[in-house]
C-alpha cells in the first residue's frame, strides 16, 4: 500500500495567480512542508536563512508548525516551490517576505505572525477550501 507522502502528484490543485512580484537577487524558490501543499494546513512557522547561492532560493522555508523531527527529517515530506506559487496556498505571508535573512515566524490569531521568540505557541490552522 503506498503511503500518503510516497505519492509525487497529491499536491492540493490550486490556481495560481500572481500575487507577488519577486524580483531579490538569489531566486525565488523557497522549501516547503507537505503538511501545507498536500495536507492544507496553513503556513504556522516560516524562517529566512542564507540562501543557497547555487540554486535559485529566497532562503524561505515554511512549515505547518506541528511537524515533529522525524517528519523534518524525511526529504521526502518537503519540496521545492516557487515563493509565489505558496502565496497562493497562503497569502497571509506576504507582509513578511522581504523580512531579513534570520527572520522567523509564528502564526498567532487569525492571519497574523509575530516574531517567534520560543515562547508563544504556533497557532495550526488547516485552510478552509
Known sequence: MMSFNDRKDDFIKIEV?????????????????????????KVGYMYREMPDDDNPDSGWRFMAGNEDDVYMNNSDNHHIFDINTICNYNDSIIPYL??????????????????????????IEKQNR
Open 17 to 41: 495567480e500572481r500575487l507577488i512580484d519577486w524580483n531579490e537577487p538569489n531566486g525565488n524558490g523557497c522549501i516547503v512542508s507537505d503538511k501545507i501543499t498536500k495536507e492544507g494546513y
Open 98 to 123: 522581504h523580512s531579513d535573512i534570520g527572520s522567523s515566524y509564528i502564526r498567532r490569531v487569525g492571519n497574523i505572525f509575530e516574531i517567534d521568540d520560543g515562547e508563544m505557541p504556533i497557532i
